[in-house]
Structures are given as C-alpha cells and as structure tokens.
C-alpha cells in the first residue's frame, strides 16, 4: 500500500473521530451539568489537526504528481479558441 493510499485512508478514519468527539462535546454542553470537563472540551483540537495536515497532503497531492498525463489542462465547454476573422 503506497503513503498516500495509507494517508488517504486514516484521513476518512480520523475525520470519523473528529465528527464523535464534536458530537460528544456537544452532547456534554446539552445536558446542562454546568461546563463540561475540558478533556471533553478539547477533544476535538488533536483530530482536527490531523486532519489539517492530511487535508493539505491530498490537496496538494494533484499538483506535485509525477504523473503528468492524467492532470492536463482541463478545458470547460466555452474554452474553445474563437476563429480568426
């Protein structure tokens, strides 16, 4: 398995883990005991960074391929030239 196929796919798992501890935290402020405990609180700051990081891997990915074939110039429908008069 390459680096970015095993980084590609700890992103989705930790973005998991980044939705339950949202959701956790949310769950902590709703029921109302007072201010939840902080490691409820910052729970979600260490997967988001990882996610941070990951995120920019696989953006960047694309633009530092080696492979430069699959990511020619895209051209949209009305990019066509105009003809010469």
Do not use: C, K
């Amino acid at each position: 398995m390459s680096a970015s196929t095993w980084i590609r796919r700890s992103h989705r798992w930790v973005a998991i883990v980044f939705t339950l501890t949202v959701i956790a935290n949310f769950v902590a402020m709703a029921r109302g005991n007072g201010v939840p405990p902080p490691w409820i609180t910052y729970a979600p700051l260490l997967p988001l960074a990882l996610l941070l990081f990951s995120g920019l891997y696989l953006f960047a990915l694309p633009y530092f391929s080696r492979d430069n074939s699959r990511h020619g110039p895209q051209r949209s429908v009305g990019d066509h030239e105009a003809p010469l008069a």
